[in-house]
């Protein structure tokens, strides 16, 4: 399971780098054609922008919680023992899977009423864009089970 998730955690990797260009090219364009004149302006960058920018943070968070790089607050003292440890990395962990559900749950009702609908200018179904919350859940979901996974072996015994 951990090989697949490393194939899903790299090709969320080289998405969100992709997003991150591809929010700079309209972006840009934007800035020139305000200040030059030869660049023209077109008003569907504004759109692209958008659409890139919610998918970056998605697929960015969906990165940040593989890697454990989300922010998380420490309220707890440290504890010496690492299955007490473990257990404290499981309550938080099960904080992110309630965030996940939640996302899976609205993002598809999200989703659902976006199905219809186009974007303004670029004509763009909008569940294309409303789609990166349930697929988010769906990620952070099957990011936060390997990471329990690891934890409840932790507390067994079996792992370092």
């Given amino acids: 399971m ?6 899903v955690h790299n090709v969320l990797k080289v998405t969100l780098a992709l997003l991150v260009a591809g ?7 934007q800035i020139l054609s305000r200040f030059i004149d030869v660049v023209p ?4 960058t504004e759109e692209i922008a958008r659409f890139c920018f919610v998918w970056m943070i998605m697929v960015g968070a969906m990165c940040a919680v593989r ?4 922010f998380d607050l420490e309220v707890l003292p440290e504890s ?9 990395r499981i309550f938080v962990h099960v904080m992110v899977l309630v965030v996940a559900f939640i996302f899976m749950w609205y993002g598809w009702h999200l989703m659902l009423f976006g199905w ?5 200018i670029a004509a763009l179904p909008m569940n294309w864009m409303f789609g990166a919350w349930p697929l988010c859940g769906i990620i952070f979901t099957l990011f936060i089970v390997e990471k329990i996974a690891r934890e409840m072996a932790i507390i067994r015994g079996k792992a370092a």
Avoid at 23 to 29: D, E, F, K
Avoid at 41 to 44: A, E, L, S, V
Avoid at 80 to 88: L, W
């Fill in 41 to 44: 302006r077109y008003i569907w």
């Fill in 116 to 120: 219809y609908q186009k974007s303004e």
């Fill in 2 to 7: 951990t090989r697949v998730l490393d194939v």
């Fill in 67 to 70: 890697d454990g790089t989300h």
């Fill in 23 to 29: 929010l700079l090219i309209p972006v840009t364009a």
């Fill in 80 to 88: 010496s023992n690492p299955k007490i440890e473990a257990a404290k």
